[in-house]
Structure formats: structure tokens, C-alpha cells
């Protein structure tokens, strides 16, 4: 009872908590409405609170969830390949990265760079390009959406080496056959 006024305050529940604790918790409140402190009222606060920390952990965009939201949006505006590729770059490479969980406004050039260094570690440049490639898209498609006010990778851009062995543009040797061209040139209008 407080001010006259009965209220129900669940204090713990027994497997969860061990009759000490729920006994120390009983004490507490017992001392707190002693003391004229309202326990019912402390603890609906407490609920508004988390209520309210919830919210704001809801409308944080993560680099996992504009992850989501950039392929669910690209997916059928490109082409299926350079879909898949996208994917599983960010599959791949950035999804165990430490920026995954990350608020994606928090996330600094340095840290994509890192991921890139890490690749390029594993000896495999070509990723290392598909990688910048995929980065640069998506942090450009969360400026056009409002998640983000620039682009921390603007500046990331695949490299071509003299070494084909660090080359993050792979060379293309593949031309189309006769019967491709002829397919292309049958389907065009006109």
C-alpha cells in the first residue's frame, strides 16, 4: 500500500530468481515506500523507459539492416548476376566485419578500408574489387534513401595494376560467338 492506494508490484519470479534475491527485492520496496518512495510508480517508469530505449534500438539503421533494404530495393534493378555479386559480397566479406552491427552513420573510411586490407591479405584482389564495388553501392544508395548525408566510401574505387596478380579489375578475354551476335542483332527493333 502507498498513500492509502493497494497496488500488485511483481517483485521475481522462483526459478528465475532464487528466494535470497526475491526476498532482498521484497525488503527494498518494503524500505522504498517507508521512505514515501512509490515502487509501482518507479517501476512503470522504468517500463516507459525500456519502452523507449526499444524505439530508439528500432530506428537505428545498422549496416546489416540497410544491407537488407539496399538488396530488396536493387534486386530486380539490376542484373541477376550483378545482384548475386552484391550478395555475396556483403555475405562474404562484410557481414563477419566488425561494421555489420554497426549504426552505419558510424561507420568511417577506415574501417572499409580495413576490410579491404583484409582481402587483399587473403591474396584474393579481384574480391578486393567486388568488395568496393558492392561498398560504394550501397553507401551511395543509403545517401539517395536519407540513411546516411554522405558517403564514407566515395572514394573507394577498384585499381588496376601492371601485376595481374594484384590486379582488383580482372581482364576480360570472352567474345560473343557468331550465333550470340546473331541472336542480339535478331532481337533489336528496327
Known amino acids: 500500500r502507498f498513500n492509502g492506494r493497494s497496488r500488485k508490484l511483481r517483485i521475481g519470479r522462483f526459478p528465475d530468481m532464487t528466494q535470497a534475491q526475491i526476498q ?11 521512505t514515501g518512495i512509490d515502487p509501482w510508480l518507479l ?5 516507459e523507459q525500456d519502452r523507449k530505449d526499444e524505439l530508439v534500438r528500432a ?8 544491407a537488407d533494404a539496399f538488396l530488396a530495393d536493387v534486386e530486380f534493378t539490376v542484373a541477376k548476376k550483378t545482384f548475386q555479386g552484391y550478395r555475396s559480397v556483403l555475405k562474404c566479406h562484410i557481414e563477419p566485419s566488425k561494421i555489420w552491427h554497426l549504426p552505419i552513420e558510424e561507420v568511417t573510411y577506415f574501417d572499409l578500408t580495413e576490410i579491404i586490407a583484409c582481402i587483399h591479405a587473403a591474396k584474393t584482389p579481384s574480391a578486393a574489387g567486388n568488395t568496393k564495388r558492392a561498398l560504394s553501392r550501397l553507401f551511395n544508395w ?3 534513401t536519407g540513411f546516411l548525408k554522405y558517403s564514407v566510401a566515395l572514394h573507394l574505387h577498384p585499381q588496376t ?14 567474345t560473343l560467338s557468331d550465333r ?9 527493333e528496327g
Open 24 to 34: 532482498k527485492r521484497y525488503f527494498k520496496v518494503r524500505g522504498d515506500v517507508a
Open 43 to 47: 517501476a512503470e517508469q522504468a517500463k
Open 59 to 66: 530506428s537505428v539503421v545498422t549496416v546489416a539492416r540497410a
Open 142 to 144: 543509403c545517401v539517395m
Open 161 to 174: 595494376s601492371d601485376d595481374p596478380v594484384h590486379n582488383e579489375k580482372p581482364t576480360r578475354t570472352r
Open 180 to 188: 550470340e551476335i546473331r541472336a542480339v542483332w535478331h532481337e533489336l
